[in-house]
Structure formats: C-alpha cells, structure tokens
T-cell receptor
C-alpha cells in the first residue's frame, strides 16, 4: 500500500531552538518527495524536493534529508522563528503517474 | 496576483443547496486538482484533470462534480451540499507533463465551506 506517515503529529518548541520532523514513505515506484509548509488558513507551499539520488538539501534554515534505503525523510529546522509556526506536509510522488501521496502533516508551534 | 486563485474564500450554506467553487490559474499548467482537507486526515483528492477534455475521479468524488471550462479554469460543484462536506477545499496545479518538470504542486489559498 502506498502511504506516507509523519511524526510527530504536533510539536511545541521555544523560539531559537532546533527541531526535526520525520516522514516515512512506502511509495512505489518512487519519483520524489517534497516538504510543504502550510500556514494557518493558507495553501501549502513547497519548501524543498528530494529525489532518489539526493541525501541532503538545504533551503535557508530548513534542511531536508532522504534515506532511500530505509524510505525515510526528515526536515530539520534550525534556530526556529515564530514564523515557522505552521503545518509541515510530506508528499511523495509516484514515478510515471499523476499520483501524489500525502502525509497528514506535523503541526509545529514556536513559542516566544 | 496569486498564480492560483480560488473563489469564494469562505462560504456558509445550508443542507441541500448547490455550491460551486471556482479556480483559475496563470501558471499555464495543464494539470489541475481539487483536494479536500479535514483536520487529522490530510489532503484527499476529489477530482483531477490533465487537460480540458480529460477529467478523472479521485478517491472521494461522491457528491462532487467538476467542470474544466478552459486550461486555466477548473470548477468544483456540490450538487446538494450536506454537513459532512464541511471542509477546507484546495485547488492545485502541477507542472507534470512539461519539460524539466518536478511535479511541484501549486495551491490556491483555499475555500472554507461550512454546510449547516
């Protein structure tokens, strides 16, 4: 069964701290995996894309990793800011199809 | 201006009413999608369209219909709204099928529908 599971469901951290969000996927055939950020009441926006051959990719304070062997991805946020408060959604794309497989997201709250 | 525009942004209606949610895009993408988002369930696919003449059901199409009026326009209709269709609805486009595509989804701002 093609699915994407994210953990934790929710997370509260203090401003300035780091955190790591997890995504496990069982998607075949696998094309790529994206992390999206969804602010409250807004549409999701792509943060980064990870393909089969990529291990690590950074986008500012966001660093994504992908382990194709264990089918795991993580999103690490460094020096969190209040504006990082959002839901983070992991989405895998099946190769050769229209099919996007969505995780249920991690809701992050950053406190001052 | 947003690349993917949804109207209305918020709508409250009564059971049994017909509702149309509209989506227009300036991305020039052929592929358009309608998703529904409920707390704890993530985004679920209602309908998708690869071009004006190609419309397909997603995983939760019952109770919904769509119309692809042009490459840039994709509308979602609820013929007879019911309370469990209360949700946040998103339209999205994808660059799949074009050269150098990466499959990124571009979402609208969402339409919050409440059915009383």
């Amino acid at each position: 069964k093609n699915q994407v599971e994210q953990s934790p469901q929710s997370l509260i951290i203090l401003e300035g701290k780091n955190c790591t969000l997890q995504c496990n996927y069982t998607v075949s055939p696998f094309s790529n995996l994206r992390w999206y950020k969804q602010d409250t009441g807004r549409g999701p926006v792509s943060l980064t894309i990870m393909t089969f051959s990529e291990n690590t990719k950074s986008n500012g304070r966001y660093t994504a990793t992908l382990d194709a062997d264990t089918k795991q991805s993580s999103l690490h946020i460094t020096a969190s800011q209040l504006s990082d408060s959002a839901s983070y959604i992991c989405v895998a794309l099946r190769e050769g199809t229209y099919k996007y497989i969505f995780g249920t997201g991690t809701r992050l709250k950053v406190l001052a | 201006d947003a690349d993917v525009t949804q109207t209305p942004r918020n709508r409250i209606t009564k059971t049994g009413k017909r509702i149309m949610l509209e989506c227009s895009q300036t991305k020039g993408h052929d592929r358009m999608y309608w998703y529904r988002q409920d707390p704890g369930l993530g985004l679920r696919l209602i309908y998708y369209s690869f071009d004006v003449k190609d419309i397909n059901k997603g995983e939760i199409s019952d109770g919904y219909s769509v119309s692809r009026q042009a490459q840039a326009k994709f509308s979602l209709s609820l013929e007879s709204a019911i309370p469990n269709q209360t949700a946040l609805y998103f339209c999205a486009t994808s660059d799949l099928g074009r050269g150098h595509d990466t499959g990124e989804l571009f979402f609208g701002e969402g339409s919050r529908l409440t059915v009383l």
